[in-house]
């Protein structure tokens, strides 16, 4: 059975291209049939996979119905990925059509059987994009730095959690809240831990049990057009993540054994 999983916070620089990507690469890895979704203009997720951006169809042109899902989906070695570009900016005031919120969901239909995961990552805003993520998946991982602003952000989620739920999807849950830039002998990681786990809870999930601690290759990777995981496997960011997507794969999924 398909899992689909969205990857989501309206503020920016928190860490979601690098959680989506990792969770493709990752899984990947696993032996499992993945899909990654870019719905953010920046085009960023397909990039960091190692697309040639700009080439070829996208998730917009999927949207609006002018490509078959099939067609815009690319294959890379990290996975398959459905690209976006800078068109879908326009997604806000050009998507107006009756039940718009379910764009996307209406699109997976076509080839949802053929994945074990589909990862979506979002724009850092909650609008017509974030809601058609939110109305098809089946849970949602919230990335944040260890930093208040980024706590700020998370509790701005609830409200579009619970109004997608009452309205559109009313199986949608929060698989947890994943800590970015994580230094656990700093006293305001640990604070901000502490209040995450709070903020965990008024959201009925949990603070993943891996925290990503700070690296450079985070950073470098998608310049050469990689996950960290690939890029620097041995790093300490990369072994964070790969423990966050052994907890999302589940033992169905375990990582082979290197040679």
Avoid: W
């Amino acid at each position: 059975m398909t899992q689909i999983i969205t990857v989501t916070n309206q503020k920016g620089g928190v860490g979601k291209t690098t959680t989506a990507s990792a969770l493709v690469c990752g899984l990947h890895q696993r032996g499992a049939q993945v899909l990654g979704i870019d719905l953010d203009p920046q085009g960023n997720l397909g990039f960091t996979l190692g697309l040639d951006i700009g080439s070829g169809a996208t998730v917009y042109d999927v949207l609006r119905g002018s490509c078959p899902i099939e067609r815009a989906i690319a294959s890379t070695e990290y996975g398959d990925v459905l690209p976006s570009d800078i068109m879908l900016s326009a997604a806000e005031v050009e998507f107006t059509m009756p039940r718009r919120e379910f764009m996307l969901d209406q699109q997976l239909a076509a080839v949802r059987s053929q994945y074990d995961f589909i990862i979506i990552d979002t724009p850092p805003a909650l609008n017509v994009l974030t809601v058609n993520a939110y109305v098809a998946s089946d849970g949602l991982i919230v990335p944040m730095e260890a930093e208040v602003l980024s706590l700020v952000g998370i509790t701005q989620l609830q409200e579009t959690i619970e109004t997608v739920r009452d309205s559109f999807n009313p199986h949608l849950k929060v698989l947890g809240i994943l800590l970015n830039k994580f230094n656990p002998r700093l006293t305001l990681s640990r604070e901000i831990l502490d209040l995450a786990e709070e903020v965990a809870r008024q959201l009925g999930t949990q603070v993943f049990e891996s925290k990503i601690r700070r690296g450079v290759g985070v950073a470098m990777a998608p310049a050469h057009g990689q996950s960290v995981l690939t890029f620097q496997a041995k790093s300490k960011p990369a072994q964070d993540l790969q423990a966050m997507v052994a907890q999302v794969a589940g033992p169905r999924f375990p990582l082979p054994e290197q040679k």
